[in-house]
Nanobody, 128 residues
Framework: VQLVESGGGTVQAGGSLTLSCEAS????????VAWFRQAPGEEREGVSC????????VYGDPAKDRFTISRDIAKNLYLLQMNDLRPEDTATYYC??????????????????????WGQGTQVIVSS
């Protein structure tokens, strides 16, 4: 499995960006893909996740009402559309993939340990 992020960059506050994660070799039916972010000096935090079968989508508090996660299974692409960006969204954004547990009822971004595969990250800078 290889995860490659793209789409980061510098944008003014109020602008939009779409991040892409190409998940080569990630074909598990019980798979889930998440976006995490980490600002300098801060802990990594969950932004959003989606089950590979589309059965569950979860957003962290910073992402609610502004970000949208989606997937294109045919292309093995996972997208994060980010609107109304704020300076506090400045961070390195990471794509992560893992397999949900047998009894999972929803996608989970509470713990990074749930995800076995990680991309290198793509930087997002939002200027005020």
């Amino acid at each position: 499995v290889q995860l490659v992020e793209s789409g980061g960059g510098t944008v003014q506050a109020g602008g939009s960006l779409t991040l892409s994660c190409e998940a080569s070799g990630f074909t598990f039916d019980d798979g889930m893909v998440a976006w995490f972010r980490q600002a300098p000096g801060e802990e990594r935090e969950g932004v959003s996740c989606i089950w590979r079968n589309g059965g569950s989508i979860v957003y962290g508090d910073p992402a609610k009402d502004r970000f949208t996660i989606s997937r294109d299974i045919a292309k093995n692409l996972y997208l994060l559309q980010m609107n109304d960006l704020r300076p506090e969204d400045t961070a390195t954004y990471y794509c992560a993939a893992g397999r949900r547990g047998w009894f999972a009822t929803r996608c989970d971004i509470s713990r990074t340990i749930l995800y076995d595969f990680w991309g290198q990250g793509t930087q997002v800078i939002v200027s005020s």
